[in-house]
């Protein structure tokens, strides 16, 4: 599903001044991280400073994993959530859709659920992996309101290299190609890898549902533009190509990530 004008999201906000800087670039929606043990974590009550801080109309989504976690405490997160005000819980973990049936009963909170995409696909196991993520896809499809699309693991480093040579022969010469650039990071099942799937597998994602489909994983401002066009998801969604060396959102890098994603919109 794709409208008009391109969404952006921008995730894995820790501060209020970065939240800030999303939404003055033109960001529709920014996200916090609620996933203990990694990097970009921060704490409810952190949570609520920043969508306090940040003026109405913009969607604030939590972003978590409910794995391993009894009814009782998945509960009190979505009590917790629905406290501080925020619109989205994106599911970022391996839920199971009667998990998902579950909240959906519980609350009215709007539900994304993330699907790994693997970063590189042997020839051989192409298209029965394609049709395995297609139909899982379906499967949340009916107890969702979007579905993210996000890099499942890294690549190898040589993959990184030829996906940058790639880049560069796009821009260069402006062919078309299925192959999409991989850039390879550490491994993260969380997200805000730094790595770029195979968007082709998207793409045929994309077709096959009627949700809306956000679009994640390695994102950039450099390659953002291609990224929508190859796809064509409802929205976009970034955390760590809009980062400095340091972790957090460097303004810039933002600008140049919202205006290139908006400039595609009609």
């Known amino acids: 599903m794709r409208g008009s004008r391109i969404r952006v999201k921008v995730c894995g906000i820790r501060r209020v001044e970065d939240a800030l800087i999303a939404v003055e670039a033109g960001a529709d929606a920014i996200g916090v991280i609620q996933v203990e043990g990694t990097r970009r974590f921060i704490s409810v009550e952190d949570a609520e400073k920043i969508f306090n801080a940040i003026p109405p109309l913009i969607t604030k989504v939590v972003v978590v ?10 509960d009190q997160r979505v009590r917790d959530y629905e406290r501080i005000g925020a619109d989205c819980i ?6 199971r859709v009667e998990i998902v049936k579950r909240l959906r009963e519980k609350t009215s909170l709007k539900l994304i659920k993330k699907i790994g995409i693997p970063a590189q696909l042997h020839a051989s196991s192409r298209n029965a992996v394609i049709a395995r993520i297609i139909q899982n896809a379906n499967s949340y499809e009916k107890v969702v309101d979007a579905i993210l699309l996000d890099t499942a693991a890294a690549a190898s480093t040589a993959a990184r290299t030829t996906a940058q040579a790639h880049l560069s022969s796009h821009h260069s010469s402006h062919r078309s190609s299925h192959q999409s650039p991989q850039i390879s990071s550490e491994q993260s099942p969380h997200g805000g890898s730094g790595v770029v799937h195979d968007w082709e597998i998207s793409a045929r994602t994309v077709s096959s549902l009627g949700k809306p489909v956000i679009l994640a994983g390695g994102l950039n401002p450099e390659n953002v533009r291609l990224a929508i066009m190859r ?7 970034v955390s760590s190509g809009v980062e400095n060396a340091s972790g957090w959102k460097d303004e810039e890098k933002v600008r140049k990530f919202v205006s290139a994603a908006l400039s595609l919109s009609h």
């Open 65 to 74: 994993m409910f794995d391993g976690l009894s009814d009782a405490e998945i």
């Open 90 to 95: 994106q599911l970022h973990g391996n839920e």
């Open 231 to 237: 796809v064509r998801p409802f929205a976009v969604d």
